[in-house]
C-alpha cells in the first residue's frame, strides 16, 4: 500500500505532541469534568449573596477566585499570576485564553464562559491580571472548573523562544 505525502504529513501531525491542540476550548459539548477538577458549587443558604474563595493551581499559573452567586446570577472575580519559573524565561505574552466551565453534578460541561484578563500582546507577565466576569448560571449547576491555554514568548526577539502553557480539565462524557 502506498501513501501519499499528504497522508504521511496528517497521520505525522496526528501521532506527534501536536495532537493535543486539537482539545478545544471551550470544551466540546457532552465533555466531561475530570472529578479531581471540580470545583462544587456552594448552595445558597436562604435568600441573598453566597460568595465563596478559593485557589486554582495549574502547572504554570494561579487563579485566586471568588465567585458570588445571587440567584440565577454570578460574578466571578480574580488574580492570575503565572508562576516565576515561567515569567523568568518567558517574560511576554502572546495569547492567553482563560474559562470557567459550569458542570451539573455527573460533571457534564452546561455551559463555559471566556474570563480571559485584557492584556496588550507581548505584555511583561510580572505581575497578576485581573479577572472580573458576570453572568447567569446554567440551570442544573453543581459544580465549575478552569481551564487556560496560552503561548509566552521570551524577552530576546532573535532567539523566538516560546512556552505553550495548557490546562484542560476535561474528558470524554459518558452517554446518558
Do not use: H
Not at 137 to 146: L, N, R
Request: some cysteine.
Amino acid at each position: 500500500m502506498k501513501m501519499s505525502v499528504f497522508t504521511v504529513v496528517v497521520l505525522a501531525f496526528l501521532f506527534s505532541g501536536c495532537a493535543g491542540q486539537m482539545m478545544t476550548l471551550p470544551p466540546a459539548p457532552g465533555m466531561t469534568v475530570k472529578a479531581e477538577s471540580r470545583i462544587n458549587l456552594e448552595e445558597s443558604t436562604g435568600q441573598g449573596e453566597s460568595t465563596q474563595k478559593g485557589l486554582f493551581a495549574g502547572d504554570d499559573f494561579s487563579l485566586a477566585w471568588e465567585l458570588s452567586c445571587n440567584g440565577d446570577d454570578f460574578t466571578l472575580k480574580g488574580k492570575v499570576a503565572l508562576l516565576p519559573s515561567l515569567y523568568n524565561t518567558f517574560p511576554n505574552v502572546a495569547s492567553f485564553r482563560l474559562l470557567v466551565s459550569f458542570a451539573d453534578k455527573e460533571g457534564t460541561v452546561l455551559s463555559s464562559e471566556d474570563i480571559t484578563p485584557f492584556y496588550i500582546y507581548l505584555q511583561s507577565v510580572d505581575k497578576p491580571f485581573e479577572v472580573k466576569k458576570s453572568g447567569n448560571i446554567p440551570p442544573g449547576t453543581k459544580a465549575f472548573a478552569f481551564s487556560a491555554k496560552g503561548v509566552f514568548q521570551s524577552e530576546r526577539r532573535d532567539n523566538n523562544g516560546s512556552c505553550e502553557l495548557f490546562t484542560y480539565p476535561f474528558e470524554k462524557g459518558t452517554q446518558k
